[in-house]
């Protein structure tokens, strides 16, 4: 059975009913719902039947998605316990020390966040976690603390060497090369994107343009301006995913807050995932490009979290800042802050494969199949995809979908490889930083401990700024077959539309001594 235009209508409606009702739950439920209802033919008892039965259970039971509720609940537990050993505290108390104006906090989370591009679930945790407690002392807005995350974690992952990202994209490229009869090295091909994977370069230029201006526009100038003038880094009426737990917690004196607390946990979790990388696959039978691409990612930094919060765990007992039984406290505590993210992110794998049943993608990709002419192939590939994470919310899902069609289209039509997939992967994290119900977006507002429309509505209007750059850069790029003409002509995009876009759309500038701080 085949939808056409109607198989958009269950993605649409819960992007439509979360940002009209600031509530996101309900409105993936209710997309969920209104898919299952048409995949049996309009009855919806039975399709709150299958809401249930062929979607949410096995979203929830399916490996990958376990993984990920499991490492979700002890990312939980790590934040928790370096709050209660007081090693944040101390952290906080350091950089504070060194970062004395909001673009230094600001910049200083940039940073952080282009260190940790090997996953993108472990980045927007670690650094909205870390960052937080130094952005609020400056007074940046919890919003901007979340675009900031959120715009570092997924490009980063594309534009790095090795990631949980390289292994899955490496696995289509690879499969694609057998099919197509074609031989080169998929993982050589991968690195031939990175410099044309323009939506990513372009998302971390503007966060740099951002942060050294310290110019925004549309609703993050609004809130920038709440958290600037009255203290306030979310608004009133906000309802963070996590992190409420942390006001029930009396800090450790300042004698007892000890930065060994967070950074010995920290380096266990950071030097634990290599080598359980290459572990889960099977070095050195394998040599190690193969070992990295054959490697479990998700269960390798579940392990390595386990570990973190187990040596936090003991670190804490010993210095006798809390007990055994405050200790397992802790873990349950850390457990529950999660509670929301695993409900939105369960919806959101749901949704994603009711999409996937309906056609959703595949009657987005037919509309464009008629037109294609070979200047226009990487901005129509770029634009299918960003359509297809967006109503879809899954990056992966649209790489799993846009590569095999991309390969194919670049050999018949004597194109670039590296364009086209770039154009995929690009327009993936486009659709997937508009998106409410994309799962890095999600964690991205709770490792931010920012209310996650609040996130998605200031988060947009940047995330458009840079797809429109990147709509001119693949043109540019697929006219001329040059990447520094393409990355050219988005950079210089990119500042003309955020600067006009701040004397339309911002707030009157400040004076030069405002600006210096």
């Known amino acids: 059975m085949t939808f056409g235009i109607f198989s958009l209508l269950p993605p649409l409606l819960a992007i439509v009913l979360a940002l009209v009702t600031r509530n996101v739950i309900p409105a993936l439920f209710c997309g969920v719902w209104l898919g299952a209802t048409m995949l049996v033919g309009g009855n919806p008892a ?8 062929a979607f949410i259970i096995p979203s929830v039971g399916d490996e990958w998605s376990v993984t990920v509720l499991i490492y979700c609940g002890l990312f939980g537990v790590l ?3 370096l709050e209660r050993s007081g090693g944040a505290q101390a952290i906080a108390r350091s950089i504070s020390a060194r970062v004395a104006s909001r673009r230094g906090a600001q910049g200083a989370t940039m940073g952080l966040g282009v260190l940790i591009f090997f996953e993108d679930y472990f980045n927007a945790l670690t650094v909205g976690s870390v960052m937080r407690p130094i952005t609020d002392r400056m007074k940046v807005s919890r919003e901007k603390l979340a ?9 980063m992952c594309l534009l790095g060497p090795v990631s949980t990202w390289v292994v899955f994209v490496m696995g289509l490229i690879g499969t694609q090369l057998v099919e197509m009869d074609t031989s080169g090295s998929e993982y050589l091909i991968y ?6 994977n323009f939506y990513a370069w372009l998302a971390l230029a503007l966060i740099a343009f951002l942060v050294i201006t ?4 549309g609703p993050m100038a609004a809130a920038e301006h709440r958290a600037r003038t009255t203290g306030q880094v979310m608004a009133p009426n906000a309802k963070p995913p996590s992190g409420s737990h942390e006001d029930n917690l009396s800090p450790v004196s300042e004698d007892q807050a000890r930065k060994r607390n967070m950074l010995v946990p920290i380096a266990v979790l950071v030097l ?38 187990m040596v936090g765990l003991t670190m804490g007992m010993v210095q006798k800042l809390f007990s055994f039984r405050e200790a397992m406290d802790i873990v349950v ?13 369960t919806l959101a794998w749901s949704i994603g494969s009711v999409t996937s049943e309906l056609g959703t993608a595949a009657y987005l990709v037919t509309l464009a199949e008629a037109s294609l002419s070979p200047s226009m192939v990487p901005v129509l590939l770029f634009l299918i995809g960003a359509v297809v994470a967006f109503t879809t919310g899954t990056s992966y899902g649209t790489f799993a979908i846009m590569i095999p069609i991309a390969m194919p289209v670049a050999v018949a039509m004597d194109l670039p490889l590296a364009l086209t997939i770039s154009a995929v992967l690009s327009g993936g994290i486009f659709g997937d930083h508009c998106s409410p119900i994309s799962d890095t977006t999600i964690l991205s507002s709770a490792g931010s401990s920012c209310d996650h429309i609040d996130h998605v509505r200031t988060q ?3 995330a458009v700024t840079a797809g429109i750059a990147g709509i001119i850069a693949f043109f540019v790029a697929g006219l001329t077959e040059s990447t520094l003409l393409g990355g050219g002509a988005g950079l210089i995009a990119l500042i003309v539309i955020a600067v006009t876009l701040r004397l339309v759309w911002g707030e009157p500038r400040e004076p030069a001594a405002r600006l210096a701080e």
Do not use: C, H, R
């Open 46 to 53: 039975i399709g709150l039947y299958d809401t249930f039965d």
């Open 79 to 81: 934040i928790g316990v």
């Open 147 to 155: 675009y900031i995350v959120d715009s570092t974690s997924a490009p």
């Open 191 to 196: 690195l031939s994107t990175i410099p044309l």
């Open 214 to 217: 310290q110019w925004d526009f």
């Open 272 to 309: 634990m995932i290599p080598p359980l990388f290459l572990w889960t696959g099977n070095f050195p039978e394998n040599d190690l490009v193969t070992a990295v691409g054959n490697a479990k990612g998700g269960l390798s930094i579940l392990m390595a979290t386990l570990m973190a919060v």
């Open 333 to 345: 505590d850390g457990i529950k802050s999660m509670t929301l993210v695993y409900i939105i992110l």
């Open 460 to 462: 947009l209007p940047y």
